[in-house]
């Protein structure tokens, strides 16, 4: 499975409520209408972006999760076409900020509809990447916790993002400790908090 994010910000004088609700809309059309290969969607509140920690402005990250490298062509194309276009631009004009990436899910279940945190790993050049199993938390529930890895970057992204549905993640999160990972690389911790209007059936592999 594969999960493109696309982290995004208002516009100076939009209202938050408002920008939300918009999300919600473009959400929810796609959960009434779901392109082929499309697997769920769900907007997430996010507390910071992953790559701006201590941001005081609002910030959004939304999860489409997808068959294939074949749907997410076919999302693209879904998302400006009949049925979707208009609720898509509502949120586009207000949008000040786009940046998104592509990930793999390596591990666990994606729960998006339950999310309340999310750490994410990143690498500095020169060094080694470690072995997926270094980077494992320890004593994770895999039925609420989510690795994944990015495999494509449209723009700033981390490498790695352990996705929860576990308010206790930092202090259970020992494969990403300080003393496991290499020299150099980082593990920020950041809330998640899922919005309405984003399609939760079918997520679970397989």
Do not use: K, N
Not at 10 to 22: K, M, Q, S, T
Not at 31 to 37: C, I, K, N, Y
Not at 157 to 179: I, M, Y
Request: charged letters at 20%; one cysteine or more.
């Amino acid at each position: 499975m594969l999960a493109y994010i696309f982290w995004h910000r208002p516009a100076a004088g939009v209202e938050r409520d408002v920008y939300e609700l918009e999300l919600q809309r473009f959400h929810r059309s796609l959960a009434l209408r779901p392109p082929s290969g499309f697997r769920g969607s769900a907007p997430l509140r996010a507390a910071e972006l992953p790559w701006s920690v201590g941001g005081a402005e609002a910030a959004y990250e939304d999860w489409y999760l997808l068959d294939g490298w074949g749907a997410v062509g076919i999302l693209e194309e879904a998302a400006v076409s009949r049925g979707h276009v208009s609720v898509h631009d509502a949120v586009a004009r207000h949008s000040l900020l786009g940046a998104g990436s592509v990930y793999r899910l390596c591990e666990g279940q994606p729960i998006l509809a339950e999310v309340c945190s999310s750490m994410w790993v990143s690498p500095v050049g020169g060094h080694p990447r470690p072995g997926l199993a270094d980077l494992l938390a320890d004593g994770i529930d895999p039925q609420r916790t989510s690795l994944w890895r990015r495999c494509l970057a449209l723009g700033p992204a981390p490498e790695l993002c352990l996705l929860s549905a576990d308010p206790g993640l930092e202090s259970r999160c020992a494969g990403v400790g300080a003393e496991r990972l290499p020299h150099g690389w980082s593990a920020t911790l950041a809330a998640r908090e899922p919005l309405e209007g984003g399609s939760f059936s079918d997520q679970r592999r397989g």
